[in-house]
């Protein structure tokens, strides 16, 4: 069974740097897309930034720029380095991986809070 944990979530101001990290087990993670999510009260849940098995990233047009995923193989485990925070980013941030046969999995989610 496929587990994906989210951490590094936390208070930040704007301006700050945050990195979060997700680790997933139960999977051969290596091939499978990664992406992170997020939520923020009243809206939507939107893709923030994926990757794929062989390292090609996108990002939504909101954090391209400010965010950056990566993803180490060998730690099972994909991070998203959120720079140059905005009050706007504040959300609760999920991780999802997809499967080479497309079974998706969704972490609980990391709150992130961008405010001074």
């Known amino acids: 069974q496929v587990q994906l944990v989210e951490s590094g979530g936390g208070w930040v101001q704007p301006g700050g740097s945050l990195r979060l990290s997700c680790l997933a087990s139960?999977?051969?993670?290596?091939?499978?897309?990664m992406g992170w999510y997020r939520q923020a009260p009243g809206k939507q849940r939107e893709l923030v930034a994926s990757?794929?098995?062989?390292?090609?990233?996108n990002y939504s047009d909101s954090v391209k720029g400010r965010f950056t995923i990566f993803r180490q193989n060998v730690k099972n485990t994909v991070y998203l380095q959120m720079n140059k925070v905005k009050p706007d980013d504040t959300a609760v941030y999920y991780c999802?991986?997809?499967?080479?046969?497309?079974?998706?999995?969704w972490g609980r989610g990391t709150q992130v809070t961008v405010s001074s």
């Open positions: 999802r991986s997809l499967s080479p046969d497309q079974v998706g999995t």
């Open positions: 990757i794929t098995s062989g390292g090609s990233t």
């Open positions: 139960g999977t051969i993670f290596r091939r499978n897309v």
